[in-house]
T-cell receptor, first 116, second 115 residues
Framework: EPEVTQTPSHQVTQMGQEVILRCVPI?????FYWYRQILGQKVEFLVS????????KSEIFDDQFSVERPDGSNFTLKIRSTKLEDSAMYFC??????????????FGPGTRLTVL | DAKTTQPPSMDCAEGRAANLPCNHS???????VYWYRQIHSQGPQYIIH???NNETNEMASLIITEDRKSSTLILPHATLRDTAVYYC????????????????FGQGTELSVKP
């Protein structure tokens, strides 16, 4: 069964450093998403991406964040200058692009980002 | 965005049916109800979704009331591996793209399946 994969599984970085989190969505999917979950808190939506542009983003997704689909398979989340509060699990998800509310999102296993 | 209300925790005996309720009284006519679960800190796992009819798949059944203001997820024979946090989500539409939009997770119900 096709799966969303994410690398690395755990990333440790120093405050102020740039990090890139990588995701390989399911191959025939057209919509891509990033969510995050701070330890002990809810899963929060960050951004959705379709047709090489952001289709929706949350207030969390400020200028420090960017997303890119650099080739036909990868989808990346970049944090330009990490802060302590960016420490969280980051989940990538993808969906086929079915119409209306029938489009199911499938999640990857996550990348744990620790900012020191 | 329609809000959902779920009990914070529930217990279920192994082998018995687990019935997880969800209230979504402000749901709009074109919004789907989705259920996901999260085991430890793993990625959320899709379970089932529905609009107004009851739905069943290999994992679970979804019962939606006629007025669509509440629903129940049923795991027919719970096992220890079903211990997880279960999220009921009313999914808003992204009207620009005519497509299901973001998922808004609440706190969910922590289901403990006990031997």
């Amino acid at each position: 069964e096709p799966e969303v994969t994410q690398t690395p599984s755990h990333q440790v970085t120093q405050m102020g450093q740039e990090v890139i989190l990588r995701c390989v969505p399911i191959s025939n999917h057209l919509y891509f998403y990033w969510y995050r979950q701070i330890l002990g808190q809810k899963v929060e939506f960050l951004v959705s991406f379709y047709n090489n542009e952001i289709s929706e983003k949350s207030e969390i997704f400020d200028d420090q964040f960017s997303v890119e689909r650099p080739d036909g398979s990868n989808f990346t989340l970049k944090i330009r200058s990490t802060k302590l509060e960016d420490s969280a699990m980051y989940f990538c998800a993808s969906s086929e692009g079915r119409p209306w509310g029938t489009d199911t999102q499938y999640f990857g296993p996550g990348t744990r980002l620790t900012v020191l | 965005d329609a809000k959902t209300t779920q009990p914070p925790s529930m217990d279920c005996a192994e082998g018995r049916a687990a019935n997880l309720p969800c209230n979504h009284s402000t749901i709009s006519g074109n919004e789907y109800v989705y259920w996901y679960r999260q085991i430890h800190s793993q990625g959320p796992q899709y379970i089932i979704h529905g609009l107004k009819n009851n739905e069943t798949n290999e994992m679970a059944s979804l019962i939606i009331t006629e007025d669509r203001k509440s629903s129940t997820l049923i795991l027919p024979h719970a096992t220890l591996r079903d211990t997880a946090v279960y999220y009921c989500i009313v999914r808003p539409l992204n009207l620009i793209y005519n497509q299901g939009g973001k998922l808004i997770f609440g706190q969910g119900t922590e289901l403990s399946v006990k031997p």
